[in-house]
């Protein structure tokens, strides 16, 4: 992918264009947000490592830790392909004979090909994508009225209720 198709992607994006992304000579139609993909990424962002920005040594820091990164690939192509895609299992033809998940494919070949600039640019464009204020309302909202509360309580002569 180059800066020229991620622009595109951009400004399909904005003006709410159907977009898709092009990654090692297939083209994968990017998924509408869902809070379905944004639950999905969110357990995958949980699994990433930590980092103290304030350490002197950060540069250590990072190289100590990026062998436990790998799941960035995975997180990007959850992005894009999105959790229902995702979950129906997908294969890809990536050989004469041979198959292989499409999530597993897409998360290697994100990894051992794109840049790091590249990566981050598509995340970020997805984070915009994702509705994250919208889901945040509505879980917020949710939160407020307490539909998950438990209810009172009460003693009878045959037991608790």
């Known amino acids: 992918m180059n800066n020229q198709n991620i622009e595109r ?4 994006a904005i003006l709410q264009k159907e977009t898709s992304v092009t990654i090692g000579g297939h083209t994968f139609k990017v998924a509408q947000p869902t809070p379905a993909t944004l639950i999905m990424a969110s357990a995958l962002i949980a699994e990433l490592p930590t980092f103290d920005v304030n350490s002197n040594h950060i540069i250590v820091d990072i190289l100590a830790k990026a062998k436990d990164a790998e799941v960035i690939g995975k997180i990007v192509a959850t992005f894009i392909l999105g959790a229902k895609r ?4 997908r294969t890809i033809k990536t050989g004469l004979f041979r198959k292989q998940n499409e999530i597993e494919w897409l998360s290697d070949y994100i990894l051992d090909n ?5 990566i981050s640019q598509i995340i970020n464009q997805r984070l915009l994508d994702m509705q994250i204020y919208d889901f945040f309302a509505l879980t917020t909202s949710l939160s407020i009225a307490s539909i998950t509360k438990p209810t009172k309580e009460v003693e009878t002569a045959s037991g608790v209720l």
Do not use: M, R, Y
Request: aromatic content about 0%.
């Open 86 to 89: 995702i979950k129906e299992k």
């Open 9 to 12: 992607s951009v400004a399909d």
């Open 114 to 118: 794109l840049q790091c600039s590249e």
